[in-house]
């Protein structure tokens, strides 16, 4: 038989492919199955054109067949196949897509999914096999081949007796090495949390043998009933993808359902949106408002990101882009038609997609946050209570670029009803002689009840943010104002009260000079500890407070003095 070489520099391609392309070895089982899933779409294509066929759906699958005793995972299809022409072009020649093809000879609409486009996926077989065997029959012809290559140099083409159209890929799996596993690929679980992974939305069932057990029929009645082994398909995806589903089929359950599923946590979601997005970039969304914040949450382990398919096909785990980093407590999927993909599938070839994506994500999130705000304070609370945190460092970060976006998001313990409250709340009935929103830090509620300069400002009747969090002052400082007011610390020297009238008469020369001899001799004794001593006119039951002068309060100072220089 005589041997073919590759064409087209195809040694040095495959090379590459198998050693720098990928840099996930488990794909291959992705790209093989893809591969499947066009061949039978490109069957269901040629029906719809042609009057005379029809598409019987029960005879379209992809099964996939481990077997440990040769080492040998076999993914046959009832596709379209291949002529040996074919097989030549496009098995035999790398970076030819038999599908891209097919799409444009067809020019198919827009509808029709079909994934390839590179022609180089098939190739990926070789980073787990020494050997790939495709037997393949073509829809069109009577004569079936058998393709078989060990790699760089080169594959045969022989007939073979294959009875019915479709293709056959047999991976012959490497044998395992001090740093790779390859044995894993036989094992059907391994083979079912793959299919699991990146092709569960495939529209054509993945079936798998497995072995199962059961009670034999004739001893089922008896004391001790035997057990015999048989073998059943399995199906291993489960083909419609929920985000394809409309949304008035699903209820609150199926949603939380598919959070489950996807693992995104073990809490219930708080909310979940829905997105169907059609025009020049048509995608589908669910994203969730998780209840809970995973465990590393707050840590620089944990990594932002939605899931990204293209076309029910998973290009990426945790696509970051996707979402500001203020809300990166989102979790979700997104799946679009009409990405463009780089030859991986690992990365996108374009990041516009991706931010006018990530655009539209931002605003529906904003949109749900604010309804539940508005109509469910309670859950929001709870929203608040788990991610607050998240959205006030997205505050301050980058420059306080998003904080008007984001201060009316901010919740702030206040001192009327100790409730949480938003700016806005606590602007709207805000006294008309009150100047500032005046605002008291320290370590706890009780704590910051027990400062002199609370009681007064309370006794003003206005009301007070209590600041127990750090990361809060940082928070106002970048906001600055709100609604035109300014916030103002208990602890500034100047709290723009107006002094109370019976402090205010008018000293004498003599308890002036009595005075200031004494506030000298309180200076003395504290020493650099303060700036100044001063009388004030606003105690009540205290007898002394401290205060700062200028931007910095207390609890401001004390933060930047234990941070490291
Ligand atoms: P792509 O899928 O991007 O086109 P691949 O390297 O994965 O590239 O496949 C190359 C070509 O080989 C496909 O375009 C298709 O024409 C053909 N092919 C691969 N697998 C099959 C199959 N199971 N049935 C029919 N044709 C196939
Ligand atoms: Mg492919």
Not at 15 to 26: G, R
Request: hydrophobic share 30%.
């Amino acid at each position: 038989m005589e041997k073919k070489q590759f064409k087209s520099e195809s040694k040095r391609l495959m090379d590459l492919m198998v050693n720098s392309i990928y840099t996930n070895k488990e794909i291959f089982l992705r790209e093989l199955i893809s591969n499947a899933s066009d061949a039978i779409d490109k069957v269901y294509y040629k029906t719809l054109t042609d009057k005379d066929k029809k598409f019987n759906k029960d005879d379209y699958y992809i099964r996939i067949h481990p077997n440990q005793d040769d080492r040998t995972v076999t993914i046959s299809d009832t596709g379209i196949g291949m002529t040996e022409k074919e097989l030549e072009e496009n098995i035999g020649t790398i970076a030819k897509s038999g599908s891209n093809e097919f799409k444009s000879e067809q020019k198919m609409e827009e509808e029709f999914d079909i994934i390839g486009q590179f022609g180089v996926g098939f190739y990926s077989a070789f980073m787990v096999s020494d050997k790939v065997e495709v037997e393949t029959k073509s829809i069109d012809e009577d004569q079936a081949y058998l393709w078989t290559s060990e790699g760089a140099d080169g594959y045969t083409i022989e007939p073979s007796d294959m009875k019915s159209h479709g293709s056959k890929i047999i991976l012959h799996i490497k044998e395992n090495t001090d740093d790779n596993n390859y044995d894993e690929y036989l094992e059907p679980y391994r083979i079912r949390s793959l299919v699991e992974k990146y092709s569960n939305y495939i529209r054509y069932p993945i079936k798998m043998v497995v072995e199962k057990s059961r009670v034999k029929e004739e001893t089922k009645d008896a004391e001790k009933p035997e057990y015999e082994s048989y073998l059943e398909d399995d199906v291993l995806n489960s083909m419609v993808p929920i985000w394809r589903k409309n949304k008035n089929e699903l209820n609150d359950e199926a949603y939380d359902n598919f959070y489950h599923e996807k693992r995104f946590g073990y809490d219930e979601p708080l909310a979940h949106i829905h997105l169907s997005i059609e025009g020049m970039l048509s995608y589908k969304a669910i994203l969730y408002i998780p209840g809970q914040p995973p465990f590393d949450y707050y840590t620089r382990d944990y990594e932002k990101g939605l899931e990204l398919y293209s076309n029910g096909v998973l290009i990426m785990d945790k696509c970051g882009e996707l979402l500001p980093d203020y809300f990166s407590f989102v979790k979700g999927v997104v799946d679009s038609e009409d990405l463009s993909l780089n030859i991986s599938r690992e990365m996108l070839q374009q990041d516009r997609q991706l931010r006018l994506i990530s655009r539209k994500i931002d605003s529906r999130i904003s949109e749900e946050l604010k309804n539940m705000l508005e109509n469910d304070r309670e859950k929001y609370e709870e929203f608040f209570l788990a991610f607050g945190n998240q959205l006030k460092v997205g505050t301050y970060d980058s420059w306080g670029q998003n904080k008007d976006k984001l201060q009316d998001f901010l919740l702030f313990y206040s001192s009327k009803e100790g409730k949480l409250v938003t700016l806005k709340e606590y602007v709207d009935r805000m006294p008309e002689d009150q100047k500032y929103i005046y605002f008291a830090s320290g370590s706890s509620v009780e704590h910051i009840e027990k400062l002199p300069q609370v009681t007064i400002v309370k006794d003003k009747n206005y009301e007070i943010l209590y600041l127990t969090e750090t990361i809060d002052e940082f928070v106002l400082q970048t906001i600055r104002q709100y609604a035109e007011k300014e916030f103002r610390s208990v602890s500034s020297d100047n709290l723009g009260l107006e002094a109370p009238k019976e402090n205010a008469d008018e000293p004498t020369a003599a308890e002036t000079e009595a005075d200031e001899k004494l506030l000298e001799k309180m200076k003395e004794i504290i020493g650099e500890e303060v700036v100044r001593v001063k009388t004030t006119g606003h105690l009540k039951d205290d007898v002394v407070y401290l205060s700062t002068e200028g931007e910095l309060t207390i609890e401001m100072e004390k933060t930047l003095n234990s941070m490291p220089q």
